[in-house]
C-alpha cells in the first residue's frame, strides 16, 4: 500500500513541480522584459540578482533542468574547468556530504590572507582540519553562547536602538555593531571597530564573493590582510605576556597553547582567529539586514514577528526570522569543486555527469523549496523545522559560528521588533544600499518614539 502511495505521490510532486516550472518561466519572460524595457540592461542585472527572481529562476530549473552543467567557467577566482548547477534539495546535500568528490576550494587565497598557512573552511578532512575545528571548539564553546555572548549581544542592540531616537541606518548603528562587540569582548580581538569592519568585510568579499578576481580588490585585500596580521600578532603577544583576566576565545586558546594542544602556536592562533573573524561581523550584519528587509515587505509577518516580540515569545520570533530567510538568505549557493569525474543525482531521470575541475554551484536557496521535501514551499510558515533551512552551510563544513548566528541574529533584531510604527525610511534610504559591496552598507528604518 506504501508502495503505491509513494509512486502517486512521486507522479504528483513531478508534475507540480513541472506545472511550478512553467509558472517561473513566464513570470521571468513577463517580468524581465518589463525591467528591461523600463531600465534596460543595468536594470536587468539587479532584477536577476534579486532573491525573488532567484526563487523562480530555480523553480524553473528544478521543474525542467535541475542538474546543469557547463563547459564554461563563470569563476575566475579559483581554478577550475567548467560550472555545474545544482538546485534539488536531495542533490545539494549529496554535494555537501560528499567530501571525496566535492572538494572545498578556498585554499589559495587562504593562504595568502595568512601569508603562509590555510585556514579550516579550506580544508579538506584529515588531521589539519580536526586539530584545528577542535581546538577552535574548545576555545569558543557552545555553552558560551547563552552564558556570554547572547547576553551580551542583547544589552548592546538594546542600548544601540534606544539611542537611535527613532531613526536608524541598520548596518551603522546596529547591525555590524553588535558582532563586532563579541569580537572585541568575546573573541578578545576586536581591534578599532571601523578598521575591524572594513577589514573583516574586504576579506570576506575576497574569499567568497569574488568570483569574477577583481585585481583591485586583490590589492586591497592584501593590504587589509597584512594589517590584520600585525595587529593579531600583536594582540596574541599582548595577551601572552600580561593577561587581562577576561574569558575570550584567544585568552582560552593561550591556556590551550599552554597545555601543549596541537595547532595552537601563536602562528596557529593567530590564523584561526583571523578565519574566524573574517566570518563573524559582515555576515550576521548582512543576515539581520536581509530578514528585516524581507519582513517589511511582508506586513502580516512583520506584525506577526512583532507581536511575537512584544510578548517575548522569542521562539516565534526566530522561527519568522529564519522564514524570512529562507526567502532571502544570505548566500543562496555554497560552492565546490569535483575532484573527479562523477555524477549527481544517481540513478534517477535528472541524473548528470560532473567532470574534475568543474566547480559545482549547490544551490542551498533551491533545495529550502524543493517541494519534493519542503512541504508548501511557497507560504511563509513559521513552524518549519529548523533542519528544513539551510542558511549557514551544510556538512562538514557548517558554519563554525551556527550557535552564535541562532542566539545573536534575534537578539540584533529583537529590541527593534518591538517598537511600535517599525517601517522603511521615505525613498531610498529605506532599501538597502550595499556601496558597491556584498554587503548592505545603509538602510533606514524609522519607528515611533
Ligand atoms: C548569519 C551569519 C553567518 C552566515 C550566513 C554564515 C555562513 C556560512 C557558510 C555558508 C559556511 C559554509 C561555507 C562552505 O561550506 O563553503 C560557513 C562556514 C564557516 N563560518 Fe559562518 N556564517 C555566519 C556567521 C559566522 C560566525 C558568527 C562565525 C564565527 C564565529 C563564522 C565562522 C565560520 C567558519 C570558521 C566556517 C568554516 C567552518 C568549517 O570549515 O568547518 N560564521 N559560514
Known sequence: ????????????????????????????LIKGTGVLSREGKAGLRGFLTAPSTQVMIFQFMRGFWPNLSLGRKLIKSYDNTGTAVVTRRADVLDVLNRNEDFEVVYEPRMR??????????????????????????????MTDVPEIVLPRAQKVAAERVAASGGVIDLPQDLTLHVPWDMTATYFGVGGTEAEMQDWTTTLFWYLFGDLGADPDLDAKAMRNAAAMRAYLDGAVAKQKASPDGATTILSRCLALQAAG??????????????????????TISKASCLALDELLRRPEMLRRTQRAAIEGDDATMANCIWEALRFNPHNPVVYRRARRNTVVGKGTLRQTRID??????????????????????????????????????????????????????????????????????????????????????????????
Open 1 to 28: 500500500m506504501s508502495r503505491i502511495k509513494d509512486f502517486f505521490s512521486t507522479i504528483w510532486h513531478f508534475l507540480i513541480t513541472l506545472v511550478e516550472g512553467f509558472q517561473a518561466l513566464f513570470w521571468l
Open 112 to 141: 595568502k590572507l595568512t601569508d603562509g598557512d590555510n585556514f579550516f573552511l579550506g580544508m579538506q578532512p584529515g588531521w589539519d582540519y580536526t586539530r584545528d575545528t577542535s581546538s577552535m571548539r574548545l576555545a569558543g564553546r
Open 261 to 282: 594542544t596541537p595547532g595552537m602556536s601563536d602562528l596557529g592562533i593567530r590564523n584561526n582567529l583571523l578565519g574566524i573573524l573574517i566570518g563573524a561581523i559582515p
Open 356 to 449: 574534475k575541475g568543474q566547480m559545482v554551484f549547490a544551490a542551498t536557496l533551491s533545495a529550502m523549496f524543493d517541494r519534493y521535501e519542503i512541504p508548501n514551499p511557497k507560504s511563509f510558515r513559521t513552524d518549519r523545522l529548523f533542519s528544513d533551512y539551510i542558511i549557514w552551510g551544510y556538512g562538514l563544513h557548517t558554519c563554525y559560528g551556527a550557535a552564535i548566528n541562532e542566539a545573536v541574529i534575534p537578539a540584533v533584531l529583537k529590541p527593534l521588533l518591538q517598537k511600535k510604527g517599525l517601517r522603511r525610511a521615505e525613498g531610498d534610504k529605506g532599501q538597502i544600499d550595499t556601496g558597491g559591496t556584498p554587503f548592505p552598507q545603509h538602510f533606514h528604518c524609522v519607528f515611533d518614539t
